[in-house]
């Protein structure tokens, strides 16, 4: 049974000796905006590739909006506006130019239509101004959107973007995140992929965390950050009682600074939070501030692997 708009099995490829993704289990629920994260060599381009059918997989399977890939790639994409690592421009055409091309190639698209289709996605990509410069001129940013717009020509149930924000400056970085917010408001499902943990806790409902080739967890990117508790935080003239009072009560990895105390907090629930607090009073410990700092996905990756998230693989 296939419930997902993107569902894998056991999804391997191997490259020779190496394992590039290792029997991955994705399952990206219709409407969701997915964020495929992990450090660069992870694996997450080649399995997009393995899902757009561009590469067979070594093992396992790939379906797309309930169909096998690749299989059913002719079926499928006309569904499915992807940007990959790379988008093939003609460097000696210009950004509309390219995407003139691309529409005509796609058989289903009226030709009628064909320039109002590109203005407006080059409108909406943040591209109009720049639509007559040949694209070999174009910064990275700009590639990627003329990239993104061609995505974008068609209406998609399903967009995949590979690392969509990569190459772009904060301001760039904000305008990708609105669209994509916008498609998905407009019922869309988005998969995107990306090495930057915040971007996906900004934009994505859902994630996955890919390490070494490996899924190491899937979720709701809430239940993901609550999955792993936050660091207990305990602002302080007095950090070393302040210190001496939380071991005492079973908070541990206790880092002491100038006028902060911070720890992982025993597995307890809230009450027993408010009863640590009530405990540095007594001990006449001065609290400026008591908290939990929220999990951040970060948390949860280092937890999962032992690594820092700025792991090469
Ligand atoms: N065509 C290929 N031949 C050999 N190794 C490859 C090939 N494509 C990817 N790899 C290797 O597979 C691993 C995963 O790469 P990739 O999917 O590009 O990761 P990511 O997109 O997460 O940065 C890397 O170690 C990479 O070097
Ligand atoms: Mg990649």
Redesign the pocket.
């Known amino acids: 049974m296939i419930s997902g708009v993107i569902e894998t099995r056991a999804l391997t ?1 191997r ?2 000796a ?1 394992t ?2 290792d029997r991955l289990d994705l399952t990206v629920p219709p409407g969701s905006v997915f964020g495929f994260l ?12 393995m899902l757009m059918g561009l590469i067979e997989p070594t093992s396992g399977s790939a379906h797309l909006l309930g169909h096998r890939m690749p299989r059913a790639t002719p079926t499928v994409l006309p569904h499915v506006g992807a940007l990959i ?1 790379g988008p093939a421009l003609y460097g000696f055409l210009s950004g509309r130019d390219n995407l003139l091309r691309y529409d005509a190639a796609d058989p289903t698209a009226d030709p009628r239509t064909r320039r109002t289709r590109v203005a407006a996605a080059l409108d909406r990509v943040g591209l109009s101004s720049a639509a007559a410069k040949k694209a070999k001129a174009y910064s990275l940013g700009m590639k990627q959107r003329l990239g993104l717009a061609a995505a974008l020509l068609q209406p998609r149930r399903l967009l995949v973007l ?2 969509p924000t990569n190459g772009l400056d904060p301001q760039g970085m904000r305008e990708i995140r609105t669209l994509v917010r916008e498609l998905a408001d407009d019922g869309t499902t988005v998969f995107l ?1 990306s ?1 930057l943990l915040d971007e996906i806790e900004q934009v994505c409902t859902h994630a996955a965390v ?1 390490a070494r ?1 490996r899924l190491i967890t899937q979720g709701t990117v809430a239940e993901l950050a609550a999955s792993t508790r936050g660091r207990l935080t305990v602002t302080t003239p007095d950090p070393a009682d302040a210190a001496r009072v939380l071991k005492d009560h079973g908070v541990s990895d206790l880092t002491v600074t100038a006028d902060r105390v911070t720890g992982d907090p025993p597995p307890t629930d809230l009450t027993d939070l408010a009863e640590l607090n009530a405990a540095l009073v007594r001990a006449e410990v001065r609290v400026r501030g008591f908290g939990l700092e929220r999990a951040s996905l970060e948390d949860v990756f280092v937890e999962l692997t032992g690594e820092g998230f700025d792991v090469a ?1």
């Open positions: 490829k490259y020779g190496q590039a993704v992990g450090p660069n060599g992870s694996g997450k381009t080649t399995t997009i590739r690592e590979d690392e992929s090495h890919m080739g693989g």
